[in-house]
């Protein structure tokens, strides 16, 4: 993501109260409210000054999420999130640019964009807010949902395997795959402080509980059903849990084991692959503009004369 | 051998695929237009890269009209045709627009193995009453163009062709350099040199036809040569748009191509995009960020643009968007035109959804039209289209060279370019459904852009004023344009009869027609429109003038379905609007139909 943050207009720094807008329209318990608290939290942290950042989303509950940014936000259609961001991270390098998108809105819908985003690996984060599920549209399977779970489009059970996020995006290419939780707020912000350090398309998958439609899934009381995964070029576990929970040591540049622990039954949190070195399709095309040869506009017209 | 004087004169050549049948049409027409005569050009475009030669599939060809006048359009009839073998010919005889006494010259090399075919083909041209010249290309050029691995042929036709049309020998040696002369070998080019000496040679003691069209042009203006795609891809740059995002499509592809090479000196990006949608979404978030930025498509990508069309107008961010038109419905055919999109781009979205039509008529219109949409765009926050079709798109003119505006900010706009389009000045204010625009990086200006219903702060809002006012307001922006339009371009007589009217493409087809049914004192009036969403305040009283008015359209119509332009009319101003011509075939609309369709009303033959 971007690492350009303009001078403040006010020399006094801003704080959470500054970035609020209105009252989230979320369920009681909603995942949604953790995440926009993380990136609240970073944002303040590192001062992302609001009116250089622009957050973008699809459709679905987390589509929402813009609104309740005090920053620039587009709430653009659904599953297309990523073409519209790609348009300020193409002409407008100097912004900071947060996408948000759901399961169904990144992995369904928007499939293809999230491909060729992940290829593109163009400035920004990336977060994929997950709870497995069609939550706004009131409870349809989503690509992640569990297999065997009803819902009001497959009752006697989500018949398909859940399409495995990070080994999806690991598979395309990513340069930064992390996940995370919207229940553990310290790693939540580590991980979107590594998401923002790294330049290019930073994906951060986000467990995220639905308590209106699914409240059993993500059990976040127990804690034997995932580890952390650490490294020193990783982001650390969550201070809060960690006691709790094991620790492994994942180098993050070792895309082999990154796959192994994607594809494994359990679950990880933490950076998984992080290749500093892609190439940035959005810098590629600007420095063919910078390497061409300038000309002046009035002369347009002069290769087609007779 | 006795030449003929001729006004205008209209010739095709029809070649297989791949043998450079439109690289001589390029170097014929430049070579004429820089001695004095008027050109215009339509190439005839396989949908296949490389179809099997001697099939019909693989005709590919040019269709050139040469006159002593400025040509708009490209014409009538054929008054010769060069066929390289009987296939392409029989082909070709299909669209019927060879005149009565069109002069074949047939190609004969390859009947020893195709003796039945080339019979049935030539009886049928005898059938028509046409007048068939078989020949055979000479055994020296037969001898280079088999050591040219069977290329060349096309300059021995290209001789003949400028030895009928009493082309200049130097002038065209000389384009036949500058074309090939950095890609060829020296050797080569003298071989392809040659062969067209011969041609020429060869036609001037065997072919008895010679034509001369008087050199009226002015020859000491400065002139361009130039498509209508590459003339809106400059004018683009003219625009000062940044960005031009697009996925390949025929025929608007082009203009990515024309711009990949050119946009990144202007500085400017040039985006392939991963799909239609992602193409139009980029092009909103560039705008979004206070950057111009336009998309390209045709009309299968503008059916999956669509959605975020109406985000656009929702979201108030401006956005321009050419659509290339071809013959529909879907796949279609993709490298023939037609003018059906209008439905599709008018009344696209779902809900009710405002936007500006602007239609090109001609490769100046082209120019043009991305400074006149960009202008409209950024004042009204709303999708603007440029349409095209693949007739204007891929058609080449010399016209004089035209003024180059180098646009900075919208408000810039020239006068003569508002008045192209037939349209005044906007006001200054103008008012949106948000209060605040203001792009990102301004500090302050924070906001937040949706599809959603909001009310003048931004906020979403579901109350019930809240989405009256919303559409209100979009509404009022279109009506402000439709305010502004003046009265459309007019031919002939300013009331009659009949008044025939069309958009786009047609333009240069009505206006020659009109000219004709004036010279044969016919009460007849035509009428253009540019922009054609919204329409004038004023056609109610123009059209009352007139017994009859009817429309022109390269696009489906019939009697219970009248076609879109006559629905559009007709919906406006509650007048009897009649299709007179409606038809989809992929070919450009003739002069002479619409001259003898008008004699048929005036006689009381139809409608």
Same mark, same amino acid.
């Given at each position: 993501?971007?690492?350009?943050i #303009?001078v403040?207009p006010?020399? #006094?720094p801003f704080?959470?109260k500054? *970035?609020?807008?209105?009252?989230?329209?979320?369920c009681?318990?909603?995942?949604d409210f953790?995440?926009?608290?993380g990136?609240?939290?970073?944002?303040?942290?590192?001062q992302i000054?609001?009116?250089?950042?622009?957050?973008?989303s699809?459709i679905?509950c987390?589509g929402?999420?813009p609104?309740y940014?005090n920053?620039?936000?587009?709430?653009?259609i659904?599953?297309?999130?990523?073409?519209v961001? *790609?348009g300020?991270?193409?002409t407008?390098?100097d912004l900071?640019?947060?996408i948000?998108s759901?399961d169904?809105?990144?992995?369904?819908i928007g499939?293809?964009h999230?491909?060729?985003?992940?290829?593109?690996?163009?400035?920004?984060v990336?977060?994929?807010?997950?709870?497995?599920?069609y939550?706004?549209t009131?409870g349809?399977?989503?690509?992640t949902t569990?297999?065997g779970h009803p819902?009001?489009?497959?009752?006697l059970?989500?018949m398909l395997d859940p *399409?495995n996020p990070i080994s999806?995006v690991?598979?395309?290419g990513?340069?930064?795959?992390?996940?995370?939780?919207?229940w553990?707020p310290d790693?939540?912000t580590?991980?979107l402080k590594?998401?923002? #350090?790294?330049?290019?398309?930073?994906f951060?998958?986000?467990?995220?509980r639905?308590?209106?439609?699914d409240?059993e899934n993500?059990d976040h009381k127990?804690t034997?059903?995932?580890?952390?995964?650490?490294?020193?070029?990783g982001?650390?576990? #969550?201070?809060?849990?960690?006691?709790?929970?094991e620790v492994?040591?994942?180098?993050?540049?070792?895309k082999e084991e990154?796959?192994k622990l994607?594809n494994?039954?359990?679950a990880?949190?933490?950076?998984f692959?992080?290749?500093?070195q892609k190439?940035?399709?959005?810098?590629?095309?600007?420095?063919?503009v910078?390497?061409?040869k300038p000309?002046?506009r009035?002369?347009? *017209?002069d290769?087609?004369?007779? | 051998?006795s030449?003929?004087k001729?006004?205008?004169v209209?010739?095709?050549?029809?070649?297989?695929?791949?043998?450079?049948?439109?690289?001589?049409?390029d170097?014929l027409i430049?070579?004429?237009a820089?001695?004095?005569?008027?050109?215009?050009i339509?190439?005839?475009?396989?949908?296949?890269i490389s179809?099997p030669?001697?099939?019909?599939?693989?005709?590919s060809?040019?269709i050139?009209?040469?006159?002593d006048?400025?040509?708009t359009?490209?014409g009538n009839?054929?008054?010769?045709?060069l066929?390289?073998?009987e296939?392409?010919?029989?082909?070709?005889?299909?669209?019927?627009?060879?005149?009565?006494?069109?002069?074949i010259l047939?190609?004969?090399?390859?009947?020893?193995?195709?003796?039945e075919s080339?019979?049935q083909v030539?009886?049928?041209?005898t059938?028509?009453?046409?007048?068939l010249?078989?020949?055979?290309i000479?055994?020296?050029?037969?001898?280079?163009v088999?050591?040219?691995?069977?290329?060349?042929?096309?300059?021995f036709?290209?001789?003949?062709?400028?030895c009928?049309?009493?082309?200049?020998?130097?002038a065209i040696?000389n384009?036949i350099?500058l074309t090939f002369?950095?890609?060829?070998?020296e050797?080569?080019?003298?071989?392809?040199i040659?062969i067209f000496?011969? =041609?020429y040679?060869?036609?001037?003691?065997n072919?008895?036809?010679?034509?001369?069209?008087?050199?009226t042009?002015k020859?000491d203006?400065e002139?361009i040569?130039?498509?209508?795609?590459s003339?809106?891809?400059?004018?683009?740059?003219?625009?000062?748009?940044?960005?031009?995002?697009g996925?390949p499509?025929t025929p608007?592809t082009?203009?990515?191509?024309t711009?990949?090479r050119?946009?990144?000196?202007?500085?400017?990006?040039?985006?392939?995009a991963?799909?239609?949608i992602?193409?139009?979404?980029?092009a909103?978030?560039?705008?979004?960020?206070?950057v111009?930025s336009?998309?390209?498509t045709s009309?299968?990508?503008?059916?999956?643009?669509q959605?975020?069309?109406g985000y656009?107008?929702?979201a108030e961010?401006?956005?321009i968007?050419?659509?290339v038109?071809?013959s529909g419905?879907?796949? =279609?055919?993709?490298?023939?035109?037609?003018?059906?999109?209008?439905?599709?781009v008018i009344? =696209?979205c779902?809900?009710?959804?405002?936007?500006?039509v602007?239609?090109?008529?001609?490769?100046?219109?082209?120019?043009y039209a991305?400074?006149f949409a960009?202008?409209?765009?950024e004042?009204l926050?709303?999708?603007v289209?440029i349409m095209s079709?693949?007739q204007t798109?891929?058609?080449?003119?010399?016209?004089k060279?035209l003024q180059?505006?180098?646009m900075?900010?919208?408000?810039?706009i020239?006068d003569?370019?508002l008045?192209?389009f037939?349209?005044?000045r906007?006001p200054?204010?103008?008012?949106m459904v948000?209060?605040?625009?203001?792009a990102p990086?301004?500090?302050?200006?924070?906001?937040r852009v949706?599809g959603?219903n909001t009310?003048?702060?931004?906020?979403?809002n579901?109350f019930?004023g809240?989405n009256?006012?919303?559409?209100?307001?979009?509404n009022?922006?279109?009506h402000?344009?439709?305010?502004?339009?003046?009265a459309?371009?007019?031919?002939?007589?300013?009331q009659?009869e009949?008044?025939?009217v069309?958009?786009?493409?047609?333009?240069?087809?009505?206006?020659e027609a009109?000219?004709?049914?004036?010279?044969?004192?016919l009460?007849?009036?035509g009428?253009?429109?540019r922009?054609?969403?919204?329409l004038?305040?004023?056609?109610k009283?123009?059209f009352s003038?007139?017994?009859h008015?009817?429309?022109v359209?390269a696009?489906y119509g019939?009697?219970?379905?009248?076609s879109?332009l006559?629905t559009?009319?007709?919906?406006e101003?509650?007048?009897?609007?009649?299709?007179?011509?409606?038809?989809?075939?992929?070919?450009?609309i003739?002069p002479r139909?619409?001259?003898e369709?008008?004699?048929?009303?005036?006689?009381g033959?139809s409608n």
């Open positions: 993501m971007a690492t350009q #303009d403040m006010s020399n #006094d704080t959470m500054d *970035l609020n807008t209105e009252h989230p329209r979320w009681v318990g909603c995942g953790g995440i926009i608290m990136l609240k939290r970073f944002m303040v942290e590192k000054q609001p009116h250089m950042t622009v957050n973008v699809g679905g987390s929402r999420a609104f940014f920053t620039y936000g587009i709430h653009a659904h599953g297309r999130a990523i073409t961001a *790609l300020l991270a193409l407008r390098p900071n640019i947060f948000h759901g169904g809105d990144a992995m369904s499939g293809n999230l491909l060729h985003g992940i290829n593109k690996n163009f400035n920004c990336f977060i994929m807010y997950d709870n497995e599920l939550s706004l009131k349809q399977t989503s690509p569990r297999k819902t009001q489009t497959q009752p059970g989500t *399409l999806f690991l598979g395309a990513a340069s930064f795959a992390a996940r995370t939780a919207d553990m790693h939540l580590s991980t590594a998401a923002f #350090d790294h330049k290019g398309f930073s951060v998958h986000v467990s995220q639905c308590p209106h439609f409240p993500f127990t034997n059903w995932f580890s952390f995964i650490i490294h020193e070029k982001i650390p576990a #969550d201070k809060r849990v960690a006691e709790k929970v492994i040591t994942h180098d993050p540049s070792n990154a796959f994607a494994r039954k359990h990880y949190f933490g950076l692959y992080h290749d500093p190439p940035c399709y959005d810098e590629l095309l600007r420095r063919q910078k390497e061409a000309k002046p009035s002369g347009i *017209l290769s087609f004369k007779i | 051998m030449t003929e001729r006004k205008v209209r010739f095709e050549l029809l070649m297989d695929a791949g043998f450079g049948a439109q690289k001589i049409g170097i430049q070579a004429m820089k001695t004095g005569r008027y050109v215009y339509e190439p005839m475009i396989p949908a296949e179809p030669p001697r099939t019909r599939a693989a005709l060809g040019v050139i009209r040469v006159g006048f400025d040509i359009n490209i009839n054929t008054d010769v045709i066929a390289a073998h296939i392409v010919l029989d082909r070709r005889l299909d669209d019927e627009e060879h005149n009565p006494h069109c002069h047939l190609d004969i090399g390859e009947k020893k193995n195709n003796e080339y019979e030539c009886k049928r041209v059938k028509l009453g046409l007048n010249y078989p020949f055979e000479t055994s020296e050029a037969s001898l280079l088999k050591s040219l691995g069977g290329k060349g042929k096309n300059m036709y290209m001789g003949m062709l400028g009928i049309y009493n082309a200049s020998v130097d040696i384009e350099k002369g950095k890609k060829l070998e050797s080569v080019l003298e071989k392809n040659q000496r011969y =041609g040679q060869f036609a001037k003691e072919i008895t036809l010679s034509y001369e069209i008087e050199p042009a020859s203006t002139k040569l130039i498509d209508g795609n003339a809106l891809a400059m004018g683009i740059v003219d625009a000062g748009i940044k960005l031009i995002s996925y499509i608007a082009s203009i990515l191509h711009l990949a050119t946009l990144p000196s202007y500085g400017g990006l040039v985006h392939q991963e799909d239609e992602a193409a139009i979404g980029t909103i978030g560039a705008y979004f960020g206070g111009p336009i998309t390209c009309g299968p990508g503008l059916s999956l643009k959605e975020f069309i656009a107008t929702a961010v401006p956005l968007l050419v659509d038109q071809r419905p879907s796949t =279609g055919m993709a490298t023939k035109t037609e003018q059906s999109d209008l439905g599709a009344f =696209g779902h809900g009710d959804n405002t936007k500006v602007v239609s090109v008529a001609n490769v100046i219109d082209c120019f991305p400074q960009r202008y409209l765009a004042k926050r709303l999708p289209f079709d693949f798109a891929n058609s080449y003119k010399v016209i060279k180059v505006n180098e900075e900010n919208v408000d810039d020239k003569f370019v008045e192209r037939h349209m005044n906007l200054d204010q103008i008012e948000r209060t605040s625009q203001d990086g301004t500090p302050g200006g924070m906001r949706t959603l009310d003048a702060s931004g906020q979403v579901y019930a809240a009256q006012r919303s559409h209100t307001i979009r009022e922006k279109v402000i344009v439709r305010r502004a339009l003046t459309p371009e007019r031919f002939g007589l300013e009659g009949i008044l025939v069309g958009w786009g493409s047609t333009r240069g087809a009505i206006e009109v000219d004709m049914c004036i010279n044969q004192k009460p007849v009036g009428m253009h429109f922009v054609v969403y919204p004038p305040l004023m056609l009283e123009i003038k007139y017994k008015v009817v429309t359209e696009a019939d009697s219970y379905k009248p879109p006559a559009l009319l007709r919906a101003t509650l007048v009897d609007v009649r299709p007179m011509i409606s038809r989809a075939t992929g070919r450009p003739r139909i619409i001259l369709k008008t004699k048929e009303i005036l006689n033959h």
